[in-house]
């Protein structure tokens, strides 16, 4: 039961992650500068 709570907790994650990433995508018309931190990879 909890490996099917950790899969659904998941996934729903990485739904409101992409859809997240799209609205960023949508509001910011030109890519922001990459920061130091995270590597200048695109996640998808």
Request: glycine content about 2%; cysteine-free.
């Amino acid at each position: 039961m909890s490996l099917i709570l950790i899969i659904v907790i998941g996934y729903l994650f990485l739904m409101v992650f992409v859809t997240f990433h799209e609205l960023l995508t949508l509001m910011l018309p030109e890519p922001p500068p990459p920061s130091p931190i995270s590597p200048s990879v695109p996640l998808f």
